[in-house]
């Protein structure tokens, strides 16, 4: 079942960048070793999806 993002989390998540609180996006590379990114143009896609821009696919991340 999916999660249904409230209302009030879309609005902060959307204007995240613009209020100067950038998303951070956390993942663990393939030697275990973590890593921490800003993507700024996480945006929500829909009541349960997110939507980030990777400049490098080859970065790995997904």
């Known amino acids: ?6 209302d009030e ?4 998540i959307d204007s ?3 209020d100067g609180f950038p998303i951070l996006w956390a ?5 275990g070793q973590p890593t ?5 143009s996480t945006h929500v896609h829909s009541d349960h ?6 400049r490098n696919e ?3 991340f997904l």
């Open 27 to 31: 993942s663990v590379d393939e030697s």
């Open 9 to 12: 989390l879309k609005a902060a």
């Open 49 to 54: 999806e997110l939507g980030i821009w990777l």
């Open 58 to 60: 080859g970065r790995g």
């Open 36 to 40: 921490i990114a800003i993507y700024g």
């Open 1 to 6: 079942m999916a999660i249904v993002l409230p």
């Open 16 to 18: 995240s960048r613009a």
